[in-house]
């Protein structure tokens, strides 16, 4: 019923909760002596769902694409940096910067959705 979009826009719903969720973890922790700020890594997401792209084998010798499900997201965490006495490495500018960006994402997406279920309601109500 539903295309590869709306699949790969709930995938990328998925991917901005997670930052928003690492987002707000580091702006919570920003005084909790040695916290590492965390990041959601797009590249591990890409990497993800490009092992999930199904090849057309023309040849019994070819090696099979990869069929893993799920949708899994990389956590990383900058180690090598310190912007606080207590070893804190937590830039409150940069995540709220992140943040804002990511609501910005995270809406497009919604309104995106919302019209993909809108076009289907017209076509349920047969145009009108």
């Given at each position: 019923m539903f295309d590869k979009t709306i699949h790969s826009l709930e995938n990328a719903l998925h991917y901005s909760t997670k930052a928003n969720k690492a987002i707000s973890n580091n702006i919570a922790n920003i005084d909790t002596p040695n916290y590492k700020a965390q990041n959601v890594s797009f590249k591990?997401?890409?990497?993800?769902?490009?092992?999930?792209?199904?090849l057309k084998k023309t040849h019994t010798n070819h090696l099979p694409s990869s069929d893993?499900?799920?949708?899994?997201?990389?956590?990383?965490?900058?180690?090598?940096?310190?912007?606080?006495?207590?070893g804190n490495n937590v830039d409150m500018d940069k995540e709220m910067a992140d943040l804002a960006e990511n609501q910005?994402?995270?809406r497009s997406l919604v309104d995106r959705i919302n019209g993909k279920?809108?076009?289907?309601?017209?076509v349920v109500r047969g145009g009108k």
């Open positions: 591990s997401v890409l990497e993800d769902e490009s092992n999930k792209l199904m893993n499900e799920g949708f899994s997201h990389a956590i990383g965490m900058n180690r090598h940096t310190t912007y606080s006495h207590n910005i994402f995270y279920f809108q076009t289907l309601q017209t």
